[in-house]
């Protein structure tokens, strides 16, 4: 008794777990606080007790690396080391943009790959035919924009239910 | 444990429509009792015969639908009371949950208490029987301590000495944990409770599904349960109290059903146990549970157990088998039921849940709303299979089976 569309568009665990985000969790980059962080931020999600938290150092308005830790699923982990190397050497202007096709990317199935080029990011696209795992995917990336509103002075305005925070600045 | 299986599974599972569905292609795998279980045909039949052919308000209607339903709705309150045990049935109060319960005790006990005084609680309890004790220790100023677990991950007698003393004035504990699954030594608690002066509550959302509860043999003060955990629908808690104590208490809510004569100034409350019932309550729901108490009944509380035991005692059997798999909880397991908590690999909980899903086994995952139990256990969460009486071996081999799987896709060869 399968629903309609997924008859139409099997999902598999195969986009969820590709190679790339198992690598990613067994495998961690840029696991740890940075020395030279200039914002560090946090979030978690209640409804599983995935956390995670991040050091940014930016650099004449530029990322020169990030680093994190926390616990949780393979989900969770992933995104966030992906992101520490993905983000690293962009602009906040170009990190921001970046944020925000990668939540576009998690949350809409029907996301067009082809239309930014997200490099390996591109693995995490799987989440979004997940719906309750949507939010570990997400997790990361909110506490990112939480870190790049406190750098550039401005405020998040989130509405998801993932409760980030900056930790110092 | 060879020991044959009184229960004859395959005529339960014939009448729960839910499990004959699939699940991405595969036959449902329900472990997930612990949060709530699936309801046999008869629940569903009295749940929409009600609406049918008798819907109403109840007590106060003076026609023949609302004397049916008010007859129903009572000879429910009668069935509790006689499944518990209850000397009568003024003893039972129908609540949203075992939640809406403990808070009903959390609030009207605690504005008897005084800077000073003591709850004591356990290690292993659920939310609910923990943050409603925290709002009152703000109120009060009253202060919380804690039955540690023993080195089995047990609360026993010599844990709860240490926590109960002349401050102590409530003990609130759950009797079976939805996490470790070990059953609490409630009646020697109860005994200790009553030596000191204090009131004896039982959180027995998870006992009261699996093993015979009698709350005279508790030895308890008030204890606590939840219709959806044990084939009735949501929506119905039951809050069983002494006769004596219940009459002494204030009132939880006010409003309709619950008063007896009402002026501008002020109010008389009805008899128990109406008292704590304001407004319309669960009409539908409640009836509906008798239904299933009828169904636990007819197959005996004694045999679910055993079957609930034995189902358990293989599955721990079958999962201690699997390298890498830690399993939470008493190490013996006749020290515990129907529940197990586990960890595998280092192949997250929620990760683990994912994956069993896609072969059509639903199980928890998460901290199962006992945050300060994963924090004593020292892991952020578990997963946690759960059965019930319409589970089988099958069912627990496919767990088996879908774990290794989980496994191989975390890169563990299925061998091991």
Request: hydrophobic residues 40%.
């Amino acid at each position: 008794m399968s629903s309609n569309r997924e008859a139409q568009n099997p999902v598999d665990l195969d986009d969820l777990y590709r190679d790339v985000i198992l690598d990613h969790y067994r495998s961690p980059r840029n696991r740890g606080a940075r020395d030279d962080a200039t914002v560090s931020a946090e979030g978690f999600n209640p409804s599983c007790g995935d956390e995670i938290q991040l050091s940014v150092a930016i650099v004449n308005g530029t990322l020169s690396g990030l680093g994190f830790g926390g616990s949780g699923c393979s989900i969770s982990q992933s995104s966030a080391s992906m992101m520490t190397e993905a983000m690293s050497g962009r602009s906040i202007e170009s990190a921001r943009e970046m944020s925000s096709h990668v939540q576009q990317m998690l949350t809409d199935d029907g996301f067009d790959l082809d239309a930014v080029d997200l490099g390996d990011l591109e693995a995490l696209s799987g989440v979004a035919k997940f719906p309750v795992r949507i939010k570990c995917g997400l997790l990361a990336w909110k506490v990112l924009d939480q870190a790049l509103a406190n750098a550039t002075g401005e405020s998040v305005t989130d509405d998801s239910d993932i409760p980030t925070r900056v930790t110092s600045s | 444990m060879t020991t044959a299986t009184p229960l004859d599974v395959a005529a339960i599972r014939a009448q729960f429509p839910i499990l004959s569905r699939e699940v991405h292609g595969q036959p449902l795998v329900y472990l997930d009792n612990a949060a709530t279980t699936q309801k046999p045909q008869s629940v569903i039949d009295a749940l929409s015969g009600y609406y049918s052919t008798m819907n109403a308000n109840i007590h106060r209607g003076l026609h023949t639908l609302a004397e049916e339903a008010t007859s129903a709705y009572e000879g429910v309150r009668s069935q509790v009371a006689e499944f518990v045990g209850a000397s009568s049935h003024r003893e039972v109060v129908f609540t949203r949950n075992t939640t809406e319960s403990l808070n009903l005790l959390a609030y009207t006990l605690g504005t008897r208490l005084r800077p000073g005084d003591e709850i004591v609680l356990s290690a292993a309890e659920h939310h609910s029987n923990l943050v409603p004790w925290q709002l009152v220790t703000q109120r009060s100023g009253a202060v919380l301590r804690f039955i540690e677990l023993n080195d089995d991950q047990q609360i026993d007698v010599d844990t709860a000495r240490a926590a109960i003393n002349a401050n102590t004035r409530i003990v609130s504990i759950v009797h079976m944990s939805n996490v470790l699954g070990s059953i609490a030594p409630v009646a020697e608690i109860a005994e200790m409770a009553r030596s000191v002066g204090a009131t004896m509550i039982v959180d027995a959302a998870q006992s009261a599904p699996h093993i015979p509860v009698n709350v005279n043999e508790l030895g308890a003060d008030y204890v606590a349960f939840s219709a959806h955990k044990m084939l009735g629908p949501t929506g119905v808690g039951v809050l069983w109290g002494r006769q004596e104590l219940l009459a002494d208490l204030d009132p939880f809510l006010g409003g309709g059903e619950m008063i007896s004569v009402v002026t501008r100034e002020e109010s008389s409350w009805a008899a128990l146990p109406h008292k704590f019932e304001a407004g319309t309550p669960n009409i539908a729901d409640v009836i509906a549970f008798g239904a299933a108490l009828n169904f636990l009944n007819e197959v005996g509380m004694d045999a679910v157990a055993a079957h609930d035991a034995e189902l358990t005692h293989y599955a721990v059997e079958q999962l201690s088998r699997l390298e890498g798999l830690d399993i939470y909880g008493p190490a013996d397991p006749v020290d515990r039921s129907a529940v197990i908590a586990f960890n595998y690999r280092d192949i997250h909980s929620h990760d683990i849940a994912t994956i069993l899903d896609r072969s059509g086994i639903a199980v928890r995952a998460g901290h199962h709303c006992a945050q300060p139990l994963m924090r004593t256990l020292g892991v952020p969460a578990t997963a946690r299979a759960s059965f019930y009486l319409y589970n089988e071996r099958s069912e627990v081999d496919a767990l088996v089976d879908g774990l290794l799987e989980a496994g191989e896709r975390f890169g563990f060869e299925r061998g091991a």
